[in-house]
């Protein structure tokens, strides 16, 4: 197709929509800003749910830091509770439940990152939206749907990663109990 910039006795375009090239309507179709509109409010709904769950989690995580931290657990009182005496584990070291706290402290901060991450695509995906349904821009169309890829990109990262520690497990699970069979552990009955 030839430019309308080449022939001067075409009709001028207009630019309605603030496409960057002037003498081109460089527009994201009426239909296609329909259809991601309709999903920006879902879209904005689960990244603020993802918002608050990666909040709890860093609250909680920081909460079991701070006990730790606090060597309230370590404490003779503490260490008097019939349940914890109980239980030599727990009872010829206190501190145990101190290193229970920040191993949990750290695999919550984790878990907070891996919930807030996907929280911050899914809003920075519904902004995205939010500037195409405004600008009916191509530029802001592939922003959004370079969010979007981003946010499927971690998942599916996820996703393989989680299968390959089920996986791990699956197999530590039977060599554990090998393990233990040859070396004449009876299993309960």
């Not at 003498?23 to 904005?44: C, D, H, K, M, N």
Request: contains cysteine; glycine residues 6%; proline residues 6%.
């Amino acid at each position: 197709m030839e430019s309308p910039l080449s022939n001067p006795y075409t009709a001028p375009v207009s630019n309605l929509f603030g496409s960057a090239t002037p003498g081109y309507a460089e527009a994201v179709s009426p239909s296609t800003i329909a259809q991601l509109a309709g999903t920006r409010p879902w879209v904005r709904l689960m990244s603020v749910i993802f918002w608050l769950a990666g909040l709890v989690l860093v609250f909680f995580s920081c909460m079991y830091a701070l006990l730790a931290a606090s060597g309230t657990l370590a404490s003779a009182e503490f260490a008097k509770n019939p349940v914890i005496a109980s239980n030599p584990a727990f009872a010829d070291n206190p501190a145990v439940f101190s290193g229970i706290l920040i191993g949990t402290s750290i695999y919550l901060g984790v878990f907070a990152f891996l919930t807030i991450y996907p929280a911050l695509k899914l809003w920075k995906y519904a902004s995205a939206i939010g500037r195409l349904m405004a600008s009916h821009s191509i530029a802001d169309l592939d922003a959004a749907l370079t969010e979007q890829r981003r946010y499927w990109k971690f998942h599916g990262i996820m996703t393989i990663v989680s299968i390959c520690l089920v996986l791990i497990g699956i197999v530590a699970v039977f060599a554990i109990a090998f393990t233990a069979l040859q070396s004449g552990i009876k299993l309960p009955h």
